[in-house]
């Protein structure tokens, strides 16, 4: 599986972006996704997840409320609507992609087999 990752961009505090991730391959229904993302200086860290068919969802608790993970198994892409953005928020960030099924999204994802290069999301104050 190839993770193509884009939509990020600069944006002012109050906005919002939209992240998209297309794949590659004909079992991307399959795959748990995911997104995460890595602040300038920091260790990289989970954003949401979901499930194969999209009727589960899992978030940090610094994005919920404002971020929005979706999945379209027929188009093999995945989002991220990211609203109410702030500053803290100004990070690169990664689609991730796990073969398999986990009741624990966030935990199973973080173990991905394959991830996406990042796209650049930056939050002016």
């Known amino acids: 599986v190839q993770l193509q990752a884009s939509g990020g961009g600069l944006v002012q505090a109050g906005g919002s972006l939209r992240l998209s991730c297309a794949a590659s391959?004909?079992?991307?229904?399959?795959?748990?996704m995911g997104w995460f993302r890595q602040p300038p200086g920091k260790e990289r860290e989970f954003v949401a997840a979901?499930?194969?068919?999209?009727?589960?969802?899992e978030y940090a608790d610094s994005v919920k409320g404002r971020f929005t993970i979706s999945r379209d198994n027929d188009k093999n892409t995945v989002s991220l609507q990211m609203n109410s953005l702030k500053p803290e928020d100004t990070a690169d960030y990664y689609c991730a992609a796990r073969w398999g099924y986990s009741t624990t999204l966030s935990d199973y994802i973080k173990r991905a087999d394959y991830w996406g290069q990042g796209t650049q999301v930056t939050v002016s104050s």
């Open positions: 391959g004909r079992t991307f229904s399959k795959y748990i």
């Open positions: 979901i499930s194969w068919s999209g009727g589960r969802t």
